[in-house]
Nanobody, 124 residues
Framework: QVQLVESGGGSVQAGGSLRLSCVASGYAYTHNCMGWFRQAPENEREGVAAIDEDGNTNYADSIKGRFTISQDNSNNTLYLQMNSLKPEDTAMYYC??????????????????WGQGTKVTVSS
């Protein structure tokens, strides 16, 4: 059974940093694309960043230059380093895995597995 468990969320002031982690179990971690999404209250879930098995990355325009996605295959962990946080980054952040072949990384329904989320709150 595939499980994705996120951690690292919290409350920070604007300009601060957080690092999110997502540990995958029961999943062939080295295969396919994994990503981070976020959902603010009353908003749709949106793609933040993704990384494929070759280490190629994609980022949403709103976080480019501030966030970095990475993965450690040795311990099946996906990371999201978030710097220069803004109040508009406040959201629940979700880890997603196993993007369908040929599917754009931002497509929510394209992923087969999701974590429960970790909350990030950025105050001004």
């Amino acid at each position: 059974q595939v499980q994705l468990v996120e951690s690292g969320g919290g409350s920070v002031q604007a300009g601060g940093s957080l690092r999110l982690s997502c540990v995958a179990s029961g999943y062939a971690y080295t295969h396919n694309c994994m990503g981070w999404f976020r959902q603010a209250p009353e908003n749709e879930r949106e793609g933040v960043a993704a990384i494929d098995e070759d280490g190629n990355t994609n980022y949403a325009d709103s976080i480019k230059g501030r966030f970095t996605i990475s993965q450690d295959n040795s311990n099946n962990t996906l990371y999201l380093q978030m710097n220069s946080l803004k109040p508009e980054d406040t959201a629940m952040y979700y880890c997603a895995a196993d993007l369908g072949p040929g599917t754009l990384w931002t497509v929510v329904i394209g992923y087969n597995y999701w974590g429960q989320g970790t909350k990030v709150t950025v105050s001004s």
